[in-house]
């Protein structure tokens, strides 16, 4: 499977330009073998024929390789402390050093969900706090096709199904079997597409020049090998602002050579905070 793999890679990068060769070869054979299965090929070799003769099977392994899973309040312990302890301290922050700018990086965002969430904390907030303090969100993924639908704001119930009852009233419109977001909300999260592994960009072109007061990489790094997580954990660290906040996946903790270079604020979820 590891010639086949690799060959495989190499035609979804020459032809589509991704390049998935640091994601975790266990899980890219097992996604694989799903569109083996699916297009009733005998085996690799004839996959490999079956990839090369239909153009749409390339768009149908892209999308196996990028399943997006997600939901408003993902781990709704972390957007609770994020809401009660790292925005107001923030606020508290940037309103002594005369910053009235907080920005927020979601890498890795799927369909919008997580950076729509941290826009409803924030408006919340900072409108029951009266204060003056603009927000910028900033929110990649590597799947254009999830950007576009994360542009639209419309959502099925198992995305909102975390979503409390006050919030939702506020903050969503019913139709039929649809949820759409208010349109306040949309504005205030700016979606393009970014390649954590691109050694030529440490930041989305979008934000300029990062300085991020969060970011959130959650459940991205699982499917990296050791070399590419430096790659990006680099990325991380250095577009975080000082005492940034950083906010991973349950199963992620910072790799060694980054270790000292975190602080964990928190026992019982993944949040850190940059040092130096």
């Not at 149908?60 to 402390?81: K, M």
């Not at 107001?88 to 890795?108: C, E, F, M, T, Y």
């Not at 969430?117 to 900033?138: C, Y």
């Amino acid at each position: 499977m590891e010639y086949g793999l690799k060959k495989i890679l190499d035609i979804v990068k020459k032809q589509r330009g991704f390049d998935f060769s640091g994601y975790r070869s266990p899980m890219l054979e097992r996604r694989i073998q799903k569109r083996v299965l699916a297009t009733r090929s005998e085996n690799i070799e004839n996959y490999m024929e079956y990839l090369n003769s239909n153009s749409d099977e390339l768009n149908h392994l892209i999308n196996v390789f990028t399943i997006n899973v997600s939901h408003f309040f993902r781990n709704s312990f972390i957007f609770e402390y994020i809401s009660k302890i790292i925005i107001p301290s923030l606020i508290q922050s940037k309103i002594k050093d005369k910053d009235h700018n907080i920005r927020v990086w979601s890498a890795g965002c799927s369909y919008g969900e997580e950076p729509y969430s941290m826009a409803i904390l924030l408006n919340d907030i900072i409108n029951k706090e009266e204060v003056d303090i603009r927000t910028n969100i900033f929110a990649t993924d590597l799947d254009k096709k999830a950007i576009t639908n994360a542009s639209i704001g419309t959502y099925g119930f198992d995305s909102v199904r975390n979503v409390k009852f006050g919030t939702f009233q506020k903050y969503f419109t019913q139709t039929e079997n649809k949820f759409q977001l208010d349109p306040k909300i949309k504005k205030m999260v700016q979606f393009s597409f970014f390649d954590l592994q691109d050694e030529n960009r440490l930041v989305p072109p979008d934000s300029i020049f990062g300085g991020f007061d969060i970011l959130l990489c959650r459940n991205v790094l699982i499917y990296f090998e050791p070399e590419y997580q430096k790659i990006i954990f680099n990325k991380l660290y250095q577009s975080l602002n000082k005492d940034g906040y950083l906010v991973l996946g349950e199963a992620e903790v910072p790799i060694e050579g980054f270790k000292n270079k975190f602080r964990k604020e928190i026992k019982c979820c993944k949040v850190y905070r940059k040092i130096g």
